[in-house]
């Protein structure tokens, strides 16, 4: 073994070990770095958030009151919301279980159930508060407690960059158009008015941290200002009822999306480079380009492309894709019907009813899962799987592969396109997948009067969407702007609901399709449950649900006025969708119709 004999080397070792021991000793230690306000300000609202929950375990224990204890979770709400912006971009995984939906997740690989827990769940506990759920409230607190510490732990040693902490307060801004101004992590209090004050407050702090003098009078005090604009607003009227969503959205929250843009450009903040669904540079959710079908693509090779677009369309036109020459994909996709049918369910071959209703094509795009049933993760799985089925198209790929290369004009297309000689079956999977992403028109007459024509839309439109997002509580489920179930800002999941939906609106029968639980058969929440559609050109695309049982508009939302399947005294265990009534009017149930006639595409 080697002996260090030079005494200053010997110095140099007694002190490098006493300043290791004492950084090992020194209980929660300040983090230092070049963002240390950054990271020390959620630091800090964590412990503070820590406190208040073992406050509130405290105050169960003691069987304190219900308004006591709704108080002190109110309160615990934003303390999160303080640290939302950075929970959820750091830590997703641990920002699902902190404030995810009070539903459980599948872990798709094994079929089994993980236990729904956070802020969501105990929400439904302290609204109302029952004094026999104590021990499960508890149980629920300690789990957030874990999750709090997890928080800890992580932002200990999490390096933050000014670009990424930028890219997570502008995710944030998106977040609150869309999840938080529908109340969809306060499904049950409907508090979500109260509490986004304090995170745009937050939003406003963070900016000022990561500022400098170039930004300091001029994008930062504009975005200031808004958010002061906005918040006096929101301490002005906190009635998820009668507030104005549609100004507030195109107003207020456009205009600070927009500004942040400006403070990225003055601060030189470089992009994170990363696809995404959002646009980096969107000024908001209803910019023309603010969505980028790529980031719903397998890979790289299968991105869209003018070429591909053109091709696919004459190939979604063309009879050769089915067995017999007979049918195309339009035969079903009917683009004056935004590609749907108007038939109750799809017709086989024989002309014979199938299973489900035709979905509409046009914003299928912007979604993860294919079909009813959500079977398919993308487009080009979607594609092969109706070309094969023997009921639709009744092909075989590698037939129609051989047919194609056959064709002159399509053996230079593909060649062109792909740089190769031989057509494959990926190939053209990709190509259909391509022009169905490319129906997506984002023209409409909401579109253009979030984009400042004022004019746009009529006066019981403007009514329909402020009932829409508040008092009917449909943006819940039909987020903003895609009016689908994919989850904002990151559009990484879309969602499934179990409705209660009937054989049809006038027999009160549940529907027996088992929908995404076929797949799913161990997992009882799966059961009956179906994807998310988008609302967009709804007008066009009856009749309605995943069975074609609801012929107008105004039999659909009689069903959701009345609480889905449980409202109409049907037995559906695993509903997703609340029970309670809406107690809409028909006047405010013709607004909301109206309304959703502006999201026809022109």
Known sequence: MKVLKDPFAVFLVILFSFF???????????????????????????????AQTTELISLVSKNAD???????????????????????????????????????????SEHIEIEPEGLQVLEEMFYPYQKENKDEVIRMLKKLT????????????????????FDALRQEIFRISSLGIAGFDTPVSGKFLEEMPVTLQSLQ?????????????????????????????????????????????????NKISALLLDFRKEENIPLVEVTTALNKNAASFYCKEAFDVNAFVPGKEYEISAEKIQLGKRLFNDNILSNNNTRSCASCHNA??????????????????LQRNTPSLNYSAFQHGQFWDMRKDDLEGQSSDVITNKEEMHGDLKTIISKISKNKNYQIAFAKIFKTDKIEEWQLQNLLASYIRSLAAFNSDFDEYMRGNSNAMTLKQKKGFN?????????????????????????????????????????????????RGKFHETVAFLQNSFKTPTLRNIS???????????????????????????????????????????NLSQTEIDDIIEFLNSLNDK
């Not at 020390?40 to 820590?50: A, G, P, R």
């Open 20 to 50: 290791t021991i004492l950084q090992c000793n020194k209980p929660n230690q300040p983090i230092l770095d070049d963002l240390a306000e950054v990271k020390n300000t959620v630091y800090q609202n964590n412990e503070i958030f820590l």
């Open 66 to 108: 219900e308004k006591t204890l709704q108080k002190k979770f109110d309160g615990l709400r934003k303390t999160y919301k303080k640290m939302e912006w950075a929970v959820e971009y750091y830590l997703p995984h641990s920002a699902r279980f902190i404030n995810g939906p009070a539903l459980p997740e599948i872990e798709m």
């Open 146 to 165: 874990n999750k709090g510490n997890s928080i800890k732990t992580n932002f200990q040693v999490i390096t933050v960059t000014k670009d990424q902490v």
């Open 205 to 253: 702090s963070t900016l000022n941290q990561i500022s400098t003098e170039k930004s300091k009078n001029s994008s930062l005090k504009k975005i200031t200002a808004e958010i002061g604009a906005s918040n006096k607003i929101l301490s002005q009227n906190k009635d998820k009822n009668t507030f104005d969503y549609l100004d507030f959205i195109s107003n207020h929250l």
């Open 336 to 353: 004056e019907k935004a590609f749907t049918d108007g038939l109750e369910k799809s017709l086989s071959l024989e002309n014979s009813k």
């Open 467 to 515: 009932l829409f997002m508040g008092k009917a509580q449909c943006a819940i489920c039909h987020f903003v702007p895609l009016f689908n179930g994919t989850v904002p800002p990151n559009y990484k999941k879309t969602e499934q609901e179990v409705l209660g939906v009937a054989e049809n609106a006038l027999n009160r029968k549940l529907d027996s399709d088992p929908g």
């Open 540 to 582: 066009k695309t009856a009749p309605y649900m995943h069975n074609g049982g609801y012929k107008t508009l105004q039999e659909v939302m009689e069903f959701y006025n009345k609480g889905g399947g449980k409202g109409f005294g049907m037995k559906v265990d695993n509903q997703t969708l609340s029970d309670t009534k809406l």
